[in-house]
């Protein structure tokens, strides 16, 4: 136990210059606590901490991708690579040199 609590101090020693919190407040710097915790709030307890929801380490992850691809509006261009990996893996894989028969 006192092993844990000597490598966090030993790292926090080693991190000190970057934990000066009222220089970086006085120089208008963020402080990305405060962000990391918003956006935590945001993508996983508004959606994973529901009242009798059960979650699994692969759905909480696929539902987390997909609201990260929301909020950061990259929706319509996963979107596309999607729609494109799915064509490959499902009809142009069956075809000589990857390529799907075009219409007569």
């Keep these: 136990m006192r092993r844990n609590a000597d490598?966090?101090?030993?790292?926090?020693?080693?991190?000190?210059?970057?934990?000066n919190y009222p220089q970086a407040l006085s120089?208008?710097?963020?402080?990305?606590?405060?962000?990391?915790?918003?956006?935590?709030?945001?993508?996983?307890?508004d959606r994973l901490d529901l009242t009798?929801?059960?979650?699994?380490?692969?759905?909480?992850?696929?539902?987390?991708k997909l609201r990260a691809l929301r909020s950061n509006d990259d929706?319509?261009?996963?979107?596309?690579?999607?729609?494109?990996q799915e064509r490959h893996r499902t009809h142009q894989t069956r075809y000589a040199d990857n390529a799907s028969p075009t219409a007569a």
């Design 52 to 64: 009798g929801a059960r979650w699994g380490l692969p759905g909480a992850e696929a539902i987390l």
């Design 27 to 45: 120089a208008g710097w963020p402080i990305a606590t405060g962000i990391i915790e918003g956006a935590c709030r945001h993508l996983v307890k």
């Design 7 to 19: 490598r966090c101090a030993a790292y926090l020693l080693a991190k000190k210059d970057y934990l």
């Design 75 to 84: 929706w319509d261009s996963y979107w596309r690579f999607h729609l494109n």
